[in-house]
């Protein structure tokens, strides 16, 4: 079946500091990647996505490639900010037996961002 | 545009009794989801509704969980009787696709119900 792994939290940076969040993944077939992130008291918000190998996802500063020799869809932000702080999940989305997409999430990566 | 709104927000309960989760999805959405997350761990995939009827519930952990859509409109989650395991965060969330080929469409997400049973 499909799987997520992340790295474990938390993370704790300073602000300006450079960020990577790994995650790797297993799946049959050819998954689309995704990025969610739940701020304090919010729900969960799509960060970025990348549909097909070689594929880089981007939205507020974060950055992530498809990587499908590695299997992996790291993310990575050069320089972080207090409201960064939030929990990142990384997750795949791949298609059920009735054609519709359910998506498979990672355990979830604290980031602490300190001033 | 009002997002996926889930309710309640916080419910503490005791071993044995009932709780009733709703979800309201963003108007139009025909699918819906349910997803839990246990302290912890991953957040895991309990079922898929399209419009009124259950695509797939191959996650849904046990005969104490019903999850129903009545109209293809709003959807409930009941857990009766709730057991100490059943403690976590519940997830709703709401896309649209269009034929099946929707891989690629954004899932909206509630702000989750977090449920404590004690």
């Known amino acids: 079946g499909n799987s997520v792994t992340q790295m474990e939290g938390p993370v704790t940076l300073s602000e300006e500091a450079f960020l990577t969040i790994n995650c790797t993944y297993t799946?049959?077939?050819?998954?689309?990647l995704f990025w969610y992130v739940q701020y304090p008291g919010e729900g969960l918000q799509l960060l970025l996505k990348?549909?097909?190998?070689?594929d880089k996802g981007s939205n507020k500063g974060f950055e992530a490639t498809y990587r499908k020799e590695t299997t992996s869809f790291h993310l990575e932000k050069g320089s972080v900010q207090v409201s960064d702080s939030a929990v990142y999940f990384c997750?795949?989305?791949?298609?059920?037996?009735?054609?519709?997409?359910?998506?498979?999430f990672g355990k979830g990566t604290m980031l602490l961002v300190s001033p | 545009e009002a997002g996926v709104t889930q309710f309640p927000s916080h419910s503490v309960i005791e071993k044995g009794q009932t709780v009733t989760l709703r979800c309201d999805p963003i108007?139009?959405?025909?699918?819906l989801y349910w997803y839990r997350r246990v302290m912890g761990k991953e957040i895991k995939f309990l079922l898929h509704?399209?419009?009124?009827?259950?695509?797939?519930e191959s996650g849904m952990p046990n005969n104490r969980f019903l999850a129903e859509r009545t109209g293809g409109t709003y959807s409930t989650l009941k857990v009766q009787p709730a057991e100490l395991e059943d403690s976590g965060v519940y997830f709703c969330?709401?896309?649209?696709?269009?034929?099946?080929?929707?891989?690629?469409?954004?899932?909206?997400f509630g702000q989750g119900t977090r449920l404590t049973v004690v």
């Open positions: 969330a709401s896309s649209q696709e269009i034929g099946g080929l929707g891989v690629n469409t954004e899932a909206f």
């Open positions: 799946a049959t077939g050819y998954p689309s």
């Open positions: 990348a549909t097909k190998a070689d």
């Open positions: 997750a795949l989305s791949d298609r059920t037996q009735g054609g519709y997409s359910t998506l498979t």
């Open positions: 108007s139009g959405h025909d699918n």
């Open positions: 509704f399209v419009k009124e009827s259950k695509q797939d």
